[in-house]
T-cell receptor
Framework: NAGVMQNPRHLVRRRGQEARLRCSPM?????VYWYRQLPEEGLKFMVY????????ESGMPKERFSAEFPKEGPSILRIQQVVRGDSAAYFC?????????????FGEGSWLTVV | QQQVKQSPQSLIVQKGGIPIINCAYE??????FPWYQQFPGKGPALLIA?????SEKKEGRFTISFNKSAKQFSLHIMDSQPGDSATYFC????????????FGKGTLLTVNP
C-alpha cells in the first residue's frame, strides 16, 4: 500500500451525523487521492490534494462532502449529514514512480456504515 | 456513463486453470491500463499494468493482452491457485499523472482446490 495509512478502518454513523476519515501518505509525500467504492462497484475518483491545495475535485459530490490536506497532519475527508447512500469504502492513495510513470497505490481503506 | 466495461462479473475455475477477465474501454485518450487485485476488507493492490505501445505484458503468472484497435484488454492468470481467489479490477487512465483512474466494476474470481 506504499505506506498509505488510513483511519479509522471502520466507522459507523447514524443518519445526519458527520464522518471524518483520515489519511497519511508515505513520509515525504505531499499528494493524496481519495476514491470511493460503493457496494458491488469499482472505485471512483473523488479528489486529488496536495498540501494546502485542492488540485482536482471533479469527482466530489457537490454537497456535504469536503476534503483538506493541511500543512501539518493527515488529509481529512469530511462527510456532513451522512445518508445511507454514503455507506461505502473510502480509499486514500499515494503515488510512486514506476515503469509507467506515477502509479497509484491504495491504502487499506475506511469502511463507513450509515445506520 | 460507464467508460470501462468489465466481464464476467464472476468466474469459477479449478486449480491450475487459466481464468480470463476482459475489459473494454471507450475513451481513446486512455493510455495506461492497470489491473488491481482486492481481497475482502483490503485495499486494491496493483498487479500489473500496460501501455498501448505493446500488445502483451507478462509478470509471473499474470499476463495482460492488449488490442488497441478493438479497445480491449484482458488479464490471464496462468496456473491459478486458491490463493488467487479475489476480486480483480481493470482500470484506465490518461495523461502523465495516471491519478484519475476509471475502474471497471470488478470480477469475483474463485479458484477451487
Amino acid at each position: 500500500n506504499a505506506g498509505v495509512m488510513q483511519n479509522p478502518r471502520h466507522l459507523v454513523r447514524r443518519r445526519g451525523q458527520e464522518a471524518r476519515l483520515r489519511c497519511s501518505p508515505m513520509k515525504g509525500h505531499s499528494h493524496v487521492y481519495w476514491y470511493r467504492q460503493l457496494p458491488e462497484e469499482g472505485l471512483k475518483f473523488m479528489v486529488y490534494l496536495q498540501k494546502e491545495n485542492i488540485i482536482d475535485e471533479s469527482g466530489m459530490p457537490k454537497e456535504r462532502f469536503s476534503a483538506e490536506f493541511p500543512k501539518e497532519g493527515p488529509s481529512i475527508l469530511r462527510i456532513q449529514q451522512v445518508v445511507r447512500g454514503d455507506s461505502a469504502a473510502y480509499f486514500c492513495a499515494g503515488t510512486e514512480q514506476g515503469n509507467h510513470g506515477n502509479t497509484i497505490y491504495f491504502g487499506e481503506g475506511s469502511w463507513l456504515t450509515v445506520v | 456513463q460507464q467508460q470501462v466495461k468489465q466481464s464476467p462479473q464472476s468466474l469459477i475455475v479449478q486449480k491450475g486453470g487459466i481464468p480470463i477477465i476482459n475489459c473494454a474501454y471507450e475513451n481513446t485518450a486512455f493510455d495506461y491500463f492497470p489491473w488491481y487485485q482486492q481481497f475482502p476488507g483490503k485495499g486494491p493492490a496493483l498487479l500489473i499494468a500496460i501501455r498501448p505501445d505493446v500488445s502483451e505484458k507478462k509478470e509471473g503468472r499474470f499476463t495482460i493482452s492488449f488490442n488497441k484497435s478493438a479497445k480491449q484488454f484482458s488479464l490471464h492468470i496462468m496456473d491459478s491457485q486458491p490463493g488467487d481467489s479475489a476480486t480483480y479490477f481493470c482500470a484506465a487512465g490518461s495523461g502523465g499523472s495516471n491519478y484519475k483512474l476509471t475502474f471497471g466494476k470488478g470480477t469475483l474470481l474463485t479458484v477451487n482446490p
